[in-house]
RNA sequence: CGCGGAGUAGAGCAGCCUGGUAGCUCGUCGGGCUCAUAACCCGGAGGUCAUGUGGUUCAAAUCCCAUCUCCGCAA
């Protein structure tokens, strides 16, 4: 089966590495975006996916948009059976939703019709949901709104990051992707409809996402700072006006009024402990402005911060 | 050449502006106190102050220059 793959992150190889692994597949051209400058010194940096295919001598186009006739004609050269979507970055055009035999399908990073859109793996996390998953769907003309193929869940633990539950999708997307492509041959799916009235919007992480505020209660407060570890970390202010970053957090008490301000230091022991708008939570490790990340013991032996000092004023 | 911060003992920092004996909070090692301790007390070890054995100076962690490395912002 010819099969073009659209794809960015490093997110995208799970379902590369899905699709190659099943001999009867032939992956005859990727898509993916433009190189960007990024990083320090704006380097001109290659996504995840054209790194792989480079290295597999696999043809690589980056059309700055698909809505022209100029890929329009490509894809007819490239005449493929099926096209798999992780994580494009860019809206198919119904002529391309239309062409392969088998449509388009796209492995999606959570549980259909709950979290469609660009950051649902962040945004289950902030959510507090305990369980998540990717879900297959064949691709339709609205954003996630497809016909669910095949669906795998996993557990969200209290502790789970935004790294680990990363990684642990990209694993079962794996198996999710390989039962897809297997079950599309044997003509053996059963699509199933979305329910509409459970579906949400997971909207793409916007700094202001990432400011902590310590007004929620501690467990809110931990949700986020696990939703956006190791990447982009949620942040807060230092009295002296200093951006720090939060990869870690621990929260100590969920519940419970606090007799002062929320941000508000009310323990230096080990590590930051705060005061939320209820319960309080425990800063385990900390990104300091123009530093590396450090335990937050080590940060306090600096003298950096007091009881009594209140975080988030800026 | 996108903007900016930083390299001082095992860790986190101060000292630099206004050159003149290497300092703080921890850790570590030894001793003491204690029923006991991660608590407390006493003592010790550990640093070519990133590199150039660069420049200025009687004298450089400190001022000047160059290089390397790490990091934050932004995208």
Do not use: E, N, Y
């Given at each position: 089966m010819k099969i073009v793959f659209m794809g960015t992150p490093e997110f995208a190889l799970y379902s590369l590495e899905a699709i190659s692994s099943q001999p009867d597949n032939e992956i005859v051209a990727v898509l993916t975006q433009a190189d960007k400058p990024r990083g320090r010194g704006y380097a001109l940096t290659p996504t995840p996916v054209k790194v792989w295919a480079t290295e597999r001598n696999i043809p690589v186009y980056q059309p700055a948009?698909?809505?022209?006739?100029a890929f329009e004609e490509t894809l007819r050269e490239l005449d493929p059976d099926l096209i798999v979507v992780t994580a494009y970055g860019k809206i198919l055009p119904q002529y391309v939703l239309d062409y392969p035999r088998y449509g388009c399908i796209n492995v999606h990073t959570?549980?259909?019709?709950?979290?469609?859109?660009?950051a649902p793996m962040q945004r289950a996390i902030l959510a507090g949901d305990t369980v998540t998953g990717v879900s297959v769907q064949q691709m339709d003309?609205?954003?996630?709104t497809g016909d669910v193929l095949v669906t795998r869940e996993i557990p969200i633990g209290p502790d789970d990051n935004l790294e680990t539950v990363h990684d642990n999708l990209g694993l079962v997307s794996r198996e999710a992707l390989c039962e897809t492509l297997t079950r599309i041959k044997e003509g053996t799916l059963s699509p199933v409809k979305q329910d509409e009235t459970h579906a949400t919007h997971a909207a793409k992480i916007e700094k202001?996402?990432?400011?902590?505020?310590?007004?929620?209660?501690a467990q809110t407060v931990h949700n986020q700072i696990r939703a956006l570890s190791p990447m982009p970390l949620a942040f807060t202010y230092t009295p002296d006006g200093k951006l720090l970053k939060i990869p870690q957090s621990r929260p100590e008490s969920r519940d419970g009024e606090n007799s002062?301000?929320?941000?508000?230091?009310?323990?230096?022991?080990?590590a930051i402990t705060v005061a939320c708008g209820r319960g309080t939570i425990s800063l385990l490790t900390v990104l300091p402005e123009g530093k590396g990340r450090m335990a937050a013991a080590d940060y306090i032996r600096g003298r950096?911060?007091?009881?009594?000092d209140r975080l988030g004023k800026n």
């Open positions: 948009t698909l809505r022209d006739g959570s549980l259909l019709p709950r979290h469609r859109g660009a003309a609205g954003i996630d202001s996402d990432c400011l902590i505020d310590f007004t929620a209660d002062c301000v929320p941000g508000t230091v009310v323990s230096l022991d080990g950096k911060l007091a009881v009594g």
